[in-house]
């Protein structure tokens, strides 16, 4: 059976660009036992309060959970347990820099598969204050309805 080529999303964190300003993004892979990836496959896995941190010059994936694989039975392992991320040692270095001096936070964006391996979109981001977060709402509220009637005009030609 050959491979599938492409990329095919398998889950978002639609709440990260919504509290944090993405700096920058950063594609990565993860560690995981053979479960874990059928259980992604489906789509049965929860990005939403997950993070990233650097320890002992590694990257670990925290909160992220992974739901138990149906027809796992005793193969399945603790759907919170922290993750590996797997990383250049160059890559680890100013990711571990940023976080520690400038106050970056690392969020995963994205799980995809690509070319039949699970990737993890890894975002360097900067939290948004209350303000920011109205000031995002009001450009998109605004956007949309620029959208919508222009759409309205189209239809009246």
Not at 47 to 58: F, H, M, Q, R, T
Not at 131 to 137: M, N, P
Request: glycine residues 8%; charged residues 30%; aromatic residues 6%.
């Amino acid at each position: 059976m050959a491979k599938k080529m492409g990329i095919k999303s398998v889950a978002q964190n639609k709440r990260a660009r919504h509290d944090f300003f993405v700096e920058d993004s950063i594609e990565c892979g993860i560690a995981l036992h053979g479960t874990e990836v059928k259980s992604m496959r489906q789509g049965r896995v929860n990005l939403k309060e997950s993070y990233a941190i650097v320890k002992n010059g590694e990257v670990f994936v925290l909160s992220m959970h992974i739901s138990p694989y149906e027809q796992g039975n005793i193969f399945n392992v603790d759907p919170m347990r922290p993750k590996k991320l797997l990383l250049h040692k160059s890559e680890i270095r100013k990711l571990g820099a940023l976080v520690q001096r400038q106050g970056y936070t690392l969020i995963p964006l994205e799980v995809y598969l690509k070319d039949g391996r699970m990737k993890l979109s890894l975002g360097v981001c900067v939290g948004k204050h209350l303000h920011d977060k109205r000031a995002s709402t009001a450009e998109r509220d605004t956007k949309r309805e620029i959208a919508r009637t222009l759409r309205e005009q189209n239809r009246g030609d």
